[in-house]
T-cell receptor, first 113, second 121 residues
């Protein structure tokens, strides 16, 4: 089955700086890669996703890059703000999300004011 | 749109009792629902995939007789934790996917419920 690894497990950055979280996956059949933000005790919220036919996608301060050959994808948050502090999870799924998601282990991001 | 609710939001029960958790899609028909378990400071682990009108598919290591899943309608799936024990204490989250609507956001997004925190004494 799919195995998704995520690094780092914790990340602290100064407000205004950029944050990068990286994930690798094992199953070459995976072609849909969403990123979720989860605040303590709350539901995961989709913040951005990407399909395997695209190498990069951007939405305001958030971007995701995908290297299908190397089987890794990354989340980039620029101009970080205190409200970006949360746990972030990457995930992978085959069949463009029509099948189950396999989640990474999560990254606790802390933005230092 | 695309709202998923869960009930209850939290529950405390005695060891040996059974607890039922409901997951509802409020404004769309969910042909597939997923049940996850999340222990403190850990990731979401898929327990089972629930398809309307058919038996759930359980992940390896998840006891189907202990975690009973029913998806009797296109808007409701239930998870029953039978004979709960303290080690079952966790955050249980459902998600629902709408394959029928083309107006949803990208790529068959899964919409998550708010979660149910189960504490077994």
């Amino acid at each position: 089955g799919e195995n998704v690894e995520q690094h780092p497990s914790t990340l602290s950055v100064q407000e205004g700086d950029s944050a990068v979280i990286k994930c690798t996956y094992s199953d070459s059949a995976s072609n849909y890669f969403p990123w979720y933000k989860q605040e303590l005790g709350k539901r995961p919220q989709l913040i951005i996703d990407i399909r395997s036919n695209v190498g990069e996608k951007k939405d305001q301060r958030i971007a995701v890059t995908l290297n299908k050959t190397a089987k890794h994808f990354s989340l980039h948050i620029t101009e970080t703000q205190p409200e970006d502090s949360a746990v972030y999870f990457c995930a992978a799924s085959p069949n463009f999300g029509n099948e189950k998601l396999t989640f990474g282990t999560g990254t606790r991001l802390t933005i230092i004011p | 749109g695309a709202v998923v609710s869960q009930h209850p939001s939290w529950v405390i029960c005695k060891s040996g009792t059974s607890v039922k958790i409901e997951c509802r899609s409020l404004d769309f028909q969910a042909t597939t629902m997923f049940w996850y378990r999340q222990f403190p400071k850990q990731s979401l682990m898929l327990m089972a995939t629930s398809n309307e009108g058919s038996k759930a598919t359980y992940e390896q290591g998840v006891e189907k007789d202990k975690f009973l899943i029913n998806h009797a309608s296109l808007t409701l799936s239930t998870l029953t934790v039978t004979s709960a024990h303290p080690e079952d204490s966790s955050f249980y989250i459902c998600s629902a996917r709408d394959l029928l609507s083309s107006s949803r956001t990208s790529y068959n997004e899964q919409f998550f419920g708010p979660g149910t925190r189960l504490t077994v004494l």
